[in-house]
Nanobody, 126 residues
Framework: QVQLVESGGGSVQAGGSLRLSCAAS????????MGWFRQAPGKEREGVAA????????FYADSVKGRFTVSQDNAKTTLYLQMNSLKPEDTAMYYC???????????????????WGQGTQVTVSS
């Protein structure tokens, strides 16, 4: 059974940093797509960052480029999102997602992903 479990959320002041983790199990993520999404109250879920585990190639939304870094551990069982220079507009529930395929269309589309974690809350105060 595929399972994704996020952790690392919390409350920080603007300019601070957080590192989110996503522990993945139940699937061989050696050639798969994994992504981080976020959803603020009243807004649609949006893609923040993604990584193709086969090559390590990463993708970022323009709003987080240069501030967030997505990475994976060597065993490809844990996904990370390092978030620096956080802004109040980064406040949202953050979700880890996985697509059990080496092929992807739009990495930012939530419907692209097969599996989701339960989310972890990030709150940034000004």
């Amino acid at each position: 059974q595929v399972q994704l479990v996020e952790s690392g959320g919390g409350s920080v002041q603007a300019g601070g940093s957080l590192r989110l983790s996503c522990a993945a199990s139940g699937y061989t993520y050696s050639n798969a797509w994994m992504g981080w999404f976020r959803q603020a109250p009243g807004k649609e879920r949006e893609g923040v960052a993604a990584i193709y585990t086969g090559s390590g190639r990463t993708f970022y939304a323009d709003s987080v480029k240069g501030r967030f870094t997505v990475s994976q551990d060597n065993a490809k069982t844990t996904l990370y999102l390092q978030m620096n220079s956080l802004k109040p507009e980064d406040t949202a529930m953050y979700y880890c997602a996985a697509r059990a395929s080496s092929v992807i269309g739009n990495w930012r589309a939530p419907g692209t992903y097969n599996y989701w974690g339960q989310g972890t809350q990030v709150t940034v105060s000004s």
